[in-house]
């Protein structure tokens, strides 16, 4: 299923905090991808279908620099990313050798890739960010990939940061980490997602100007429901 751009546009506005209280409501618990934070501060939120890569631990026999000139590589694998993905890397966790470096992440922007989202690290960190292509990464390391990591495949099923990922699944990203919204989850997301926003952004304005207490406003009793849904009534 096609992520359209009115979808896009409207889970750029959805918290990935408010997609994973929506979603553990319908019992999805783990949907976070640990070890995944922005390298660079101040990142916009970011959302795009999964393109999903996988890497194993090293073995010495294949993890060496002349596996990058073969088929299956990361090379070969970013020439299929398609415009407006999010790159999800398996990296298992290793962060003593980078997945990726600037000329790498370099040709992922010019191909008009949205992010790279990964459990592993980056290396050439300033010319990472040089490239502009937004990183939700566990940090930096100098040594590359194969110093730690064997490069398997792409377009499968994979486990980023604890998260069963499968091609095409919907990545959100922003200050919090990046979210994982499974294909059969996005409508309920792009219905409740803004009304959950909305909701939030009351009981704020209750807390901060108005000097609410939290007991009833936070869940809400049936008074607090009947305010707010006066308030709505009035817009």
Do not use: H
């Not at 359209?4 to 991808?33: M, Y």
């Not at 990361?74 to 415009?83: F, K």
């Not at 300033?126 to 930096?140: F, K």
């Not at 919907?170 to 803004?194: C, H, R, S, Y």
């Amino acid at each position: 299923m096609p992520l359209t751009p009115e979808a896009v546009a409207t889970l750029k506005k959805i918290t990935t905090a408010t997609i994973t209280t929506i979603l553990l409501k319908k019992g999805l618990r783990n949907v976070w991808l640990r070890g995944s934070r922005p390298l660079r501060p101040g990142q916009e939120r970011l959302v795009g279908p999964a393109f999903t890569l996988r890497f194993v631990p090293a073995r010495e026999d294949l993890a060496t620099p002349e596996s990058w000139s073969k088929p299956i590589s990361t090379r070969s694998a970013i020439e299929a990313m398609p415009e407006g993905c999010i790159a999800v890397v398996d990296a298992m966790g290793i962060t003593d050798a980078g997945i990726f470096g600037d000329i790498l992440c370099a040709r992922m922007a010019k191909r008009g890739v949205t992010a790279l989202v990964t459990d592993g690290v980056v290396r050439d960190v300033e010319g990472v960010l040089g490239t502009g292509l937004p990183v939700w990464c566990d940090g930096a390391a100098a040594p590359p990939s194969v110093a730690g990591l064997t490069f398997v495949n792409w377009g499968e099923p994979i486990g980023c940061g604890g998260v069963a990922v499968f091609p095409d699944d919907i990545i959100v990203a922003d200050q919090d980490g990046a979210v994982l919204i499974p294909q059969a989850f996005l409508d309920l997301i792009l219905t409740e997602g803004p009304e959950q926003e909305a909701m939030e952004g009351w009981i704020v304005n209750e807390v901060i100007n108005n000097g609410a207490v939290l007991p009833g406003l936070y869940p809400m009793n049936a008074e607090t429901k009947e305010r707010y849904a006066a308030f709505k009534a009035k817009k």
